[in-house]
């Protein structure tokens, strides 16, 4: 099975469960993907985060914290520049510092906590698997008391759970972790995400949207 184009543009996507996808354009409109078409919803992002249960965060260009919450956006203490979502009670951020948070009680009602460490990008899931890239495109993985680096260089990285790990290249290859390898995938994409069962979405250079159905570890969409 190859890489599937769905119709639209978009510079960040994020996926839960299934096909329950959110995405952000270039002018910051957001977007959800429902019964096969893009819905666009109320509210202005630059990164947005989906988990597991359907729990929606995003950060807006001022860095300013959003939480989906009864259809309503309702903002949130704190400033981020880049925000994960793996279910209601894990969503993880980074700072425009490169400052690493999480958020305790996984609502709009808790604490950020500062994490040690730098990171341009951090992934969490709701099995509590976090991922993490710095600026130099190095990878870590949170073992719950520091960050322990991973071989390989990836700009992006996404995870929904323990066994499903994903992420891109500096030069747009992308890639999946297995058994304590980087499996490469066919293609080319910018920004990459990975359902809890398995299903692969991603941005390329250009701000095409393509899909594939096969990411299951060991699947046939490794090479």
């Known amino acids: 099975m190859s890489w599937q184009n769905i119709p639209g543009g978009l510079t960040q996507v994020s996926v839960g469960r299934g096909n329950n996808v959110w995405g952000v354009n270039s002018q910051d409109n957001i977007y959800q993907y429902y019964n096969g078409n893009w819905r666009q919803v109320d509210g202005a992002a630059v990164n947005i985060g989906v988990g597991s249960d359907g729990a929606v965060w995003c950060v807006n260009k001022s860095d300013e914290i959003f939480a989906r919450v009864n259809n309503t956006w309702v903002k949130v203490d704190g400033a981020l520049v880049q925000i994960s979502v793996g279910d209601k009670n894990h969503i993880w951020g980074v700072s425009r510092q490169g400052q690493i948070f999480y958020r305790t009680n996984g609502d ?98 250009n701000n095409t949207i393509y899909t594939r159905q096969d990411g299951g570890i060991g699947g046939p969409a490794f090479k």
Request: glycine share 10%; charged share 15%.
């Open 108 to 205: 709009v009602n808790g604490t950020w906590v500062n994490v040690p460490g730098s990171l341009k990008n951090v992934s969490v899931a709701a099995d509590g698997t976090v991922w993490g890239v710095n600026s130099n495109d190095d990878i870590f993985r949170w073992n719950s008391i520091n960050w322990e680096l991973v071989p390989g260089k990836l700009k992006q990285i996404y995870t929904s759970s323990a066994s499903y790990v994903v992420g891109v290249s500096s030069i747009d290859e992308i890639f999946q972790y297995r058994h304590g390898t980087w499996f490469k995938y066919d293609g080319a994409l910018k920004n990459v995400a990975i359902s809890v069962d398995g299903i692969l979405w991603g941005v390329a250079s």
